[in-house]
């Protein structure tokens, strides 16, 4: 608990002043928070094979997002001469994604109030989704306290902040579409991953968006 503390306020060797990139616990924090909200967000339909397999899955779509997105920052900072920070770009970035498995974690009674209030599918899948969005943002908090320091030692700094940012919850929601399901659809069975998963992520959001507005105008 020390640890999470001291990542979320940003001190100890989670500091933006720290030297290189507390590897080790920022990789355990990730993993065991992701895995306590992929337990719980599987758990809908009381299928234990489903809750299993989504422990992995919350920390497999945090890693895959972050790994997908690294070559193309790494590039952008090497364009624009930032290589000289780019550890510092990276703790910086580790510990936003650390901060958004612990936000998810701290997300779980919540959740679990919801699954127990409504049956319906569709509503527990844009509630998940309104909690990714809120722990994302949470991450986004930490990240920017992360360049703050860099921005003020070079203002080119800001194009490859904005950058990830755009690139990460393009690629974040695309890679959550691939590895579905999460939560599992208790009319289907249970598997690791859908047999469609390379359909477009944002039009089929869209369209439970749409059918979920049209439950409730009704």
Excluded at 43 to 67: E, G, I, M, W
Excluded at 70 to 99: E, K, W, Y
Excluded at 110 to 133: D, E, M
């Amino acid at each position: 608990m020390q640890a999470v503390g001291q990542l979320l306020r940003a001190q100890g060797r989670f500091s933006t002043h720290s030297q290189g990139v507390p590897w080790r616990p920022l990789i355990l924090i990730g993993f065991s928070a992701g895995a306590l909200y992929g337990v719980a967000m599987g758990s809908h339909s009381l299928r234990p094979l489903q809750a299993f397999y989504s422990s992995f899955k919350v920390p497999l779509l945090l890693t895959l997002a972050t790994a997908l997105c690294m070559p193309s920052f790494f590039v952008l900072n090497t364009i624009l001469g930032l290589r000289d920070d780019f550890h510092a770009a990276c703790r910086g970035i580790f510990a936003a994604q650390a901060t958004i498995a612990i936000a998810l974690a701290s997300m779980i009674p919540v959740l679990l109030v919801v699954y127990l209030a409504t049956p319906a599918y569709k509503a527990i899948q844009l509630f998940n989704g309104l909690i990714f969005l809120i722990a994302t943002a949470c991450g986004q908090v930490t990240l920017a306290r992360h360049y703050r320091a860099l921005i003020r030692r070079n203002k080119l700094h800001r194009i490859p902040y904005a950058a990830w940012l755009l690139i990460y919850v393009f690629v974040a929601i695309q890679s959550a579409w691939v590895l579905r399901p999460f939560i599992g659809n208790p009319r289907m069975e249970v598997g690791f991953l859908r047999k469609d998963p390379w359909n477009n992520a944002y039009l089929e959001v869209g369209a439970i968006l749409g059918k979920v507005l049209r439950r409730f105008l009704d």
